[in-house]
């Protein structure tokens, strides 16, 4: 089973700092690889797929990169409503990785 | 637009069996895939399988394979979700899911439904 490992467990920064995420997978993936956010109490939202595409309605300000077994979420300028939880998801064996908290200062 | 909805009993007792349906209103279940996801209170997402609409081929994630059953019922566009033998560690979010045309993540979401395993 492929595993992902997301870090930092936790990320703060003020409103219109850049945000930089990292999930990194237990073996290659290829470009094979999504982004979801999700809010208290809310279900996940598919942000970006296939490692850099970014799925309907998502603002310009997220964007993915990365292939193999490193790709990063990166907010170029953080919303106060950027403040939720942040999966990666690999569709081999659709495993989740274990989650980035983003907090607005 | 498509909007999915879980629905099944809040509270299952412990060996018993959880049953969740998925309805699917506002499009038809056809052509895609669907899917069921579950989220442990204050953890992570973990992926328990799927099933294609027309055929009925389903998947499951290896470690709960034994105990899960994905079904669908195209007639009333839903698509179950039963798992046996529930434990305390079964406590979660139960969310279901449409799989992305040609990929494999998950585009649509139900809102998600508090399945307590107790006596």
């Known amino acids: 089973e492929i595993v992902l490992t997301q870090s930092p467990a936790t990320l703060s920064l003020s409103p219109g700092e850049r945000a930089t995420l990292s999930c990194r997978a237990s073996q290659s993936v290829s470009n094979y690889l999504a982004w979801y956010q999700q809010k208290p109490g809310q279900a996940p939202r598919l942000l970006i797929y296939?490692?850099?595409n970014r799925a309907t309605g998502i603002p310009a300000r997220f964007s993915g990169s990365g292939s193999g077994t490193d790709f990063t979420l990166t907010i170029s300028s953080l919303e106060p409503e950027d403040c939720a939880f942040y999966y990666c998801?690999?569709?081999?064996?659709?495993?989740f990785g274990g989650g980035t908290k983003v907090e607005i200062k | 637009q498509v909007q999915l909805q879980e629905s099944g009993p809040g509270l299952v007792k412990p060996s018993e069996t959880l049953s969740l349906t998925c309805t699917v209103s506002g499009g038809s279940i056809s052509s895609y895939y669907w899917s069921w996801i579950r989220q442990p209170p204050g953890k992570g997402l973990e992926w328990i399988g799927y099933?294609?609409?027309?055929?009925?081929?389903?998947d499951y994630s290896p470690s709960l394979r034994s105990r899960v059953t994905v079904s669908v019922d195209t007639s009333k566009n839903q698509f179950s979700l039963k798992m046996t033998s529930v434990t305390a560690a079964d406590t979660a979010v139960y969310f279901c899911?449409?799989?992305?045309?040609?990929?494999?993540?998950?585009?649509?979401w139900g809102r998600g439904t508090l399945v307590t395993v107790s006596s």
């Open positions: 998801q690999q569709r081999t064996s659709l495993t």
């Open positions: 296939d490692a850099s």
């Open positions: 099933i294609y609409y027309s055929s009925g081929s389903t």
């Open positions: 899911a449409r799989v992305m045309t040609s990929h494999w993540y998950f585009d649509l």
